[in-house]
């Protein structure tokens, strides 16, 4: 493995250097060596030192901020709003038993926002490494790696600081939907050699975001279960494993996820993470060659996420899996078989259709049909072709969800789409898909620089995306993994394949992180601004109708090779908040 360079490479605007996007930042890496880091810290006054901070940069851990001193964090809100900022805490000393202390906002009027509404969370410290050659198979060694602010932890209530470090403290504040509209002020106290008290100033605004299960914006992380299990050290689909789960599910739903990720046949993506991705239909072949299939796991799973608030949909992986092996206990041979022949064939036909058939008739009766979507990933259109065909003959409202490139051909036919980030939809397609009530989405996954979800990505990326959906008139974003974690993921977001962090959002806790949050604060903003448009055109506020337009027409992801996504926010984020 290269040397750890102790530096945050995402943000590297402190140093000096050029801003530019944090992908193309992180492989025009700085020299720095031990004396530039001593001198810098030597310029630092003596003590513990404590400033607010940009929730949209990654400070570095051996590295004083460099950033102007931040005494008061003021900002705007609608109620029903989750907002966040960063608290830095550094020393050229070591300081022990640091504690933050939280405080009720109050306005003029008596109003609150009770304390139990804020948040204060460490910033963990994980190794990333670079995009550089994007997908594909790496080995540690080859890549350069680094320490990156990342996942958030709200258990600790006290830390120490060492020595020339510093520590970036994640505050979060939801504005409770029944919050009256004004000025809250209050501090937030660190108690370290002495106390320090920071201002805080909050105006809610009369605007109002509906509860995360009601928004518009679609967010879909695919959650892996029994990635869940391991790092619990839990028996797979055990009444402790379910219990666990419970958290993890519920962050999600809180996050505005609508999508239930359902395995219904073993290794839906050709077992390409760390865990396995166990089947939840147990598929057996009778000593008769008739075929029955258990669905008991299933409907516990699925019955489980909806009671978490994941309730609208049940992606069901895969027909068309990457690895065309659908594993099933052949009673005659006592063991486990494996059916291969290739999509579209007769035997392939009749070996599904089978299968279709029960699994049609038992959704209905559990009332779930009108959900549940057969979901393929890109496939050649052939075999595609010969899905949806199957599909339909066996009943005509079975729905389908395909997550790749735009295939006219095809489109059709998918109720819910999600086309690469390099496709658009052509502007009547997409209209059409509107009035038919189908959805259209986009993804990144380990092909684009930017913007992305990496470790290493800039923070300001997630919130981009939401506005990248307002702007291309889409409903929402798509990324592969939840939480399909790395052997040690609090420790190495790191992966056999792919860049670092592509794996997974959150860390097991369950703990937020910095992306995740922000992928959140994305979705807040394309709310505001899907209310906002329809606001102006109702009123005919047509000037500001104009002004929000416009400020949409800069997303556009090439504009994100000369301009970072936090500059290009810092121009249009105060529309939102008038």
């Given at each position: 493995?290269?040397?750890?360079?102790?530096?945050?490479?995402?943000?590297?605007?402190?140093?000096?250097?050029?801003?530019?996007?944090?992908?193309?930042?992180?492989?025009?890496?700085?020299?720095?060596?031990?004396?530039?880091i001593d001198d810098q810290w030597r310029k630092v006054p003596d003590g513990l030192n404590v400033s607010f901070g940009s929730s949209n940069t990654r400070f570095a851990r051996e590295l004083p901020p460099g950033t102007a001193i931040e005494k008061v964090w003021e900002t705007k809100a609608w109620k029903g709003e989750k907002i966040h900022t960063q608290l830095l805490l550094w020393?050229?000393?070591?300081?022990?038993?640091?504690?933050?202390?939280?405080?009720?906002?109050?306005?003029?009027?008596?109003?609150?926002?009770?304390?139990?509404?804020?948040?204060?969370?460490?910033?963990?410290?994980?190794?990333?490494?670079?995009?550089r050659d994007g997908c594909g198979y790496r080995k540690a060694k080859d890549f350069d790696s680094s320490y990156v602010a990342e996942a958030i932890d709200t258990r600790l209530s006290a830390t120490p600081l060492q020595k020339n470090n510093t520590q970036p403290i994640w505050v979060s504040v939801k504005i409770p939907a029944s919050t009256s509209p004004g000025l809250y002020k209050g501090v937030i106290q660190i108690k370290g050699e002495k106390d320090y008290r920071l201002p805080i100033t909050i105006k809610v605004l009369n605007k109002m975001l509906p509860a995360p299960g009601k928004w518009h914006?679609?967010?879909?992380?695919?959650?892996?279960?029994?990635?869940?299990?391991?790092?619990?050290?839990?028996?797979?689909?055990?009444?402790?494993?379910?219990?666990?789960?419970?958290?993890?599910?519920?962050?999600?739903?809180?996050?505005?996820?609508?999508?239930?990720?359902?395995?219904i046949v073993n290794e839906p993506w050709g077992h390409q993470t760390y865990d396995d991705y166990p089947s939840l239909i147990k598929w057996t072949k009778k000593k008769d060659g008739s075929w029955t299939y258990d669905y008991s796991l299933f409907d516990q799973y699925v019955a489980f996420v909806m009671e978490c608030g994941i309730n609208e949909r049940i992606n069901c992986y895969s027909m068309v899996p990457w690895k065309i092996a659908f594993s099933y206990y052949d009673e005659n041979l006592q063991k486990e078989a494996v059916f291969t022949d290739a999509i579209g064939t007769p035997t392939y036909i009749n070996f599904w259709k089978t299968m279709l058939v029960d699994f049609t008739k038992h959704l209905k009766q559990k009332g779930w049909f009108s959900k549940t979507y057969i979901a393929m990933d890109e496939r050649p259109m052939e075999a595609m072709k010969a899905v949806i065909k199957l599909l339909k003959e066996t009943d005509k409202g079975w729905k389908i969800a395909l997550a790749g490139e735009y295939h006219p051909e095809v489109e059709q036919d998918i109720d819910n789409y999600c086309i690469a980030s390099k496709w658009d939809f052509p502007a009547a397609t997409l209209q059409k898909r509107k009035e038919q009530g189908k959805i259209s989405t986009w993804y990144t996954c380990c092909t684009e620089p930017y913007p992305n979800a990496f470790s290493f990505s800039s923070p300001a990326e997630g919130v981009w995306m939401g506005w990248y959906t307002a702007r291309k008139n889409m409903d929402g974003y798509v990324r592969w993994a939840y939480n399909s974690w790395?052997?040690?993921?609090?420790?190495?977001?790191?992966?056999?394949?792919?860049?670092?962090?592509?794996?997974?959002?959150?860390?097991?806790?369950?703990?937020?992180?910095?992306?995740?949050?922000?992928?959140?604060?994305g979705a807040q903003d394309f709310e505001k601004i899907q209310q906002l448009k329809a606001l102006y055109l109702k009123s005919h506020q047509s000037q500001k109708l104009e002004e929000l337009n416009k400020a949409l027409e800069i997303f556009e992801i090439k504009a994100l090779g000369t301009t970072t996504a936090d500059q290009m926010l810092k121009k249009v984020k105060p529309l939102l908040n008038l």
């Open positions: 493995m290269k040397r750890l360079i102790f530096i945050c490479l995402s943000c590297l605007c402190f140093n000096n250097i050029k801003a530019q996007d944090a992908s193309l930042a992180l492989q025009k890496k700085p020299v720095l060596n031990a004396q530039i020393s050229n000393k070591d300081v022990s038993n640091i504690s933050i202390q939280l405080y009720d906002l109050k306005d003029e009027q008596g109003h609150f926002i009770k304390k139990e509404n804020i948040n204060a969370g460490m910033v963990k410290y994980v190794i990333t490494d670079e995009f914006y679609d967010l879909d992380l695919w959650q892996h279960p029994a990635a869940i299990a391991r790092v619990h050290k839990l028996p797979l689909w055990s009444k402790e494993h379910f219990s666990a789960m419970k958290a993890y599910y519920q962050m999600l739903a809180d996050a505005g996820q609508k999508t239930i990720t359902a395995s790395t052997e040690n993921p609090l420790v190495d977001t790191r992966f056999r394949t792919w860049p670092a962090g592509d794996t997974y959002q959150v860390y097991p806790g369950p703990l937020s992180s910095i992306r995740f949050e922000k992928l959140i604060e």
